[in-house]
């Protein structure tokens, strides 16, 4: 049968980030369409009405939105390669609760360093906590599932691009707070299908002060 | 209730005015897995809680065997996974990632905005309102076609969306505000109409009406 897969996606979003790693993870041949944030495609609009968002994977011409769910249909709608969920009901219900963590708390502090004038230093500073809490979930553990790469990793990982602008605007250094996080997030970049995915430092940083200028913050 | 096993041990800290802890309760009737339910006081945690969900310190937290599980829409799929009778997820990927992002759309849109009606007066509430309808009537399309979100039987949305079924439409009477008008929403009151009715035949034959566990020996 012939498999029509489609991402529609923006390259700086640590969300479409996901989706293109697990794709990659499971060897899954995609179009790749850009989105200008700005000025959203018919197509993105008709496939995603309720959010608008992207990313948005459509498989045969069939829509998946929101970035965990899509990893979780990939994972099972391609069962064969590299899983990226465990088997087990209790480990992946524990798989899922810290992803889901990270999209509670992760972005939503994150996102008050850098687009909420005057929240930087308390938005810094409960990030560094949210990274500690984390880091104390990886342990002494290679990947967050443990010898497997997986999708906690996956969950995460894209955020590591946006580091140098937390870092910038919130004044902190992550590398001396989460050491054990910086490392992890290098031994995933040793993997081609995070290398491909994530952006540039420089290149967000540019993005972020487009950005900014936009939401009158600079 | 079935006799409890004893290679299983299943409690659920829950609180019974609480539609995530409901839910919960939903699900392992469904399932006829007893279990031993704690009430939690909100404003007093117990340690056993804190214990067990340190992250959120919330309820509900269903601890299967010793291993506590937490956040809600996480417990059912582990509830679905491990006692397969009465599967509440479809099987097929595409139609588990559309009930995956409708439970979600309940519980991240339509609750958060929907909660906001209680604390507003005025043009105020009436913008929280209409809003809130915006996002339901997504819920009303859906249901078009269909006796229930999980096709001709209950599933994993229409769990989830209970808290709009019962909570929602019951904070009409207490602020005076029909959210959920008939008129503007027949396919959910005809889905609210239809849960009532349903049945949980558990294995030992009696009849458990989604109500009854909704509503529980409390009342509510």
Known sequence: MAEEVILLDFWASMFGMRTKIALAEKRVKYDYRKEDLWNKSSLLLEM??????????????K????????????????????????????????????????DKKVNVTARRIWAAKGEEQEAAKEFIEILKTLESELGDKKYFGDETFGYVDIALIGFYSWFGVYEKFGNISIESECSKLIAWAKRCLERESVAKALPESEKVATFVSDCRKKLGLE | MAERSDSEEVKLLGMWASPFSRRIEIALTLKDVSYEFSEEDITNKSSLLLQLNPVYKMIPVLVHNGKPISESLLILEYIDETWRD???????????????????????????????????????????????????????????????????????VDIVATLVAFWLMRTEEIVGVKVVPVEKFPEI???????????IKTKTTSFWAVTEVLTGVNGC
């Open chain 1, 48 to 61: 995603n009405p309720v959010h608008k968002k992207i990313p948005v994977l459509i498989h045969n011409g």
């Open chain 1, 63 to 102: 829509p998946v939105c929101e970035s965990l769910i899509q990893i979780e249909y990939i994972n099972e709608t391609w069962p064969d390669k590299n899983s990226l969920l465990p088997s087990d009901p209790y480990k992946r219900a524990h798989a899922k609760f810290w992803a889901d963590f990270i």
């Open chain 2, 86 to 156: 009465n599967p509440i997820l479809p099987q097929d990927p595409y139609e588990r990632a559309m009930a995956r992002f409708w439970a979600k759309f309940v519980d991240e849109q339509i609750y958060v905005t929907a909660m906001k009606v209680v604390g507003k007066i005025g043009e105020e509430r009436d913008a929280v309102v209409e809003a809130t309808r915006d996002l339901l009537m997504f819920l009303e399309k859906e249901l078009v076609g269909k006796d229930f979100f999980g096709g001709r039987s209950l599933g994993f």
């Open chain 2, 189 to 199: 009151h005809r889905w609210r109409f239809e849960l009532f009715e349903v049945s």
